[in-house]
Structure formats: structure tokens, C-alpha cells
């Protein structure tokens, strides 16, 4: 079996929480930081994405982040679901712009998979 930091932590501070969540596998409520993190990471690919050959534009980094966004927040989330996603847009309107101009002719190698 493979044990994960967050597998350990969950364990210390509550073997109960731990048995729920990895043993008997009851769905955990999403986090909006995770969500919007994970749907960050997936724009931040497309924008460094070693098969590209040219710098995605700021409408298509938008689109990445928009389809890896779960469409149906978290219960008791709603609020915040549109707050996050509003920005996101933001941050990557401003990465766009910082970085386009500094990445065009330049390729990456290699990326995180």
C-alpha cells in the first residue's frame, strides 16, 4: 500500500477521518482551493506546453481554465465558486500579458506530467 503525506496527516490527527475517507471511501466534500487549483494548473500547461508552437492567446488559456472548472459547485460553495472563478480569469489575464511577450520564440522542453 502506498502512503501519501496527506494519507499520514489525515491519519495523525484523525484515524477515524482517515478510516472514512481512504478505507471506506465516503465521498469527501471539494475544496474551492483544489478545484481552483487544479483548473489553474491546466491553463498554466496549455501556456507551457512544449508541443505548442506558438503562446496561447489570453482567450485560449480562459477556455483551459473555463473546461477543467467543475461547472457544479460544492454545496454551501456558491458564492465563493464564482468569486474564484472570477479570479482565475484575472490571474491569468495578468500572466498572459507578463509572460507572452518573453515565451514567443522560446520553446519548452519539457513539462510536469
Known amino acids: 500500500m502506498r502512503i501519501s ?3 499520514y496527516s489525515t491519519y495523525r490527527i484523525c484515524p477515524q477521518q482517515y478510516k472514512l475517507q ?3 471511501r465516503l465521498p469527501t466534500p ?4 483544489l478545484e481552483f487549483g ?5 491553463a498554466l500547461k ?4 512544449p508541443s505548442r508552437i506558438r503562446v496561447p492567446s489570453v482567450e485560449e488559456l480562459i477556455d483551459a481554465f473555463a473546461k477543467a472548472w467543475s ?3 460544492p454545496e454551501g460553495a456558491e458564492a465563493d465558486w464564482r ?3 472570477e479570479e482565475g480569469v484575472k490571474v491569468l489575464r495578468r500572466y498572459q500579458a507578463e509572460h507572452a511577450e518573453r515565451e514567443e520564440g522560446r520553446h519548452t522542453i519539457d513539462a510536469e506530467r
Not at 471539494?30 to 482551493?33: G, H, L, N, S, T
Not at 496549455?46 to 506546453?49: E, P, S, T, V
Open 5 to 7: 503525506y496527506s494519507r
Open 22 to 24: 481512504y478505507v471506506d
Open 30 to 33: 471539494r475544496a474551492v482551493a
Open 38 to 42: 487544479t483548473a489553474m494548473h491546466s
Open 46 to 49: 496549455l501556456m507551457h506546453d
Open 71 to 73: 461547472p457544479v459547485p
Open 83 to 85: 468569486m474564484w472563478f
